[in-house]
């Protein structure tokens, strides 16, 4: 450990330094960073031969010796070296998790590196990678562009944009897909209540029910709550198979369900008109003043 004055160190992993000018004890991050060094150069060896779990757990174990200065007075420089090498351990790591396939761990540890530094460009391009393999274009597409954004990193300039435009193609394919299938379904959901609105009348009919008192009194059993509403109740009160006692209660409940939104709509609505209307001190807001 040295002695010096506090406008030359730094909390390590904390980026904050010392207020005064009182002599601190500060740490010599040197052999951590030496250590972790090595453990990364053997990580790489092991990448070089296609060990790739072996690799990562070197990356994790250089981490873990750098780790061990977090929230130690340490010399600037010293930090600034530890937060780079760190930021290479995770970017390294992330690349590992896509060679073996691990998309989501890779977007874990890219998105690491890119807290500590997040101009790094390797990291960038690796979790844009890994987002595509995940099938988030939205997100790959993200870090592709703000990769553009510092110069391409590794890529020619060509390679990039060719990047982009296949990502933004595969968004706006996944949008329009969502949007044709939200409207399918809206389509079945119409379908299917017009087809429950033709059991009902169908139900109607056959029981002579036109003059919608049994429609009303099941409404009345439904919303006074004071016991279960059954199909075998509805097929006994007013002699029905029990497939159109289905039908029937359906309808009644759906029309009740409508009813309610409706009356939640119409509330929201009225609070909405009824809140009072913001004021400006002194008069009219200052666009209408002026």
């Given at each position: ?54 690799a990562v757990a070197l990356y994790e ?230």
């Open positions: 450990s040295s002695h010096v004055g506090s406008r030359d160190i730094d909390t390590a992993s904390m980026g904050k330094s010392s207020g005064d000018d009182e002599v601190l004890q500060v740490v010599d991050g040197l052999p951590l960073i030496q250590k972790a060094t090595e453990l990364k150069d053997e990580g790489n060896a092991q990448v070089k031969a296609k060990k790739y779990n072996e174990r250089a981490i873990s010796v750098l780790d061990k200065a977090d929230g130690q007075p340490m010399l600037k420089q010293e930090v600034q070296s530890m937060v780079e090498l760190k930021t290479v351990l995770y970017s390294n790591m992330a690349q590992c998790f896509i060679n073996v396939e691990l998309w989501r761990r890779a977007v874990e540890a890219a998105t690491t590196a890119l807290s500590l530094d997040e101009r790094n460009a390797k990291a960038l391009l690796r979790r844009s990678r890994a987002f595509e393999k995940l099938r988030q274009w939205a997100f790959a597409l993200e870090d592709a562009l703000a990769l553009q954004s510092l110069g391409g990193g590794s890529l020619s300039g060509d390679e990039l944009q060719a990047r982009i435009d296949m990502l933004r193609g595969k968004k706006e394919a996944e949008e329009l897909e969502k949007a044709r299938a939200a409207e399918e379904s809206d389509d079945e959901a119409d379908t299917a209540l017009l087809a429950m609105k033709q059991r009902f009348d169908e139900v109607v009919e056959k029981y002579d029910l036109k003059d919608g008192e049994a429609a009303t009194e099941l409404a009345d059993w439904l919303t006074s709550g004071e016991w279960l509403v059954t199909t075998k109740k509805v097929a006994q009160r007013w002699h029905m198979e029990e497939d159109d006692a289905e039908a029937f209660l359906k309808w009644i409940s759906k029309g009740l369900e409508f009813k309610m939104q409706n009356a939640e709509a119409a509330a929201q609505a009225q609070m909405a008109q009824s809140s009072p209307q913001m004021e400006f001190a002194g008069g009219p807001s200052p666009a209408l003043a002026a």
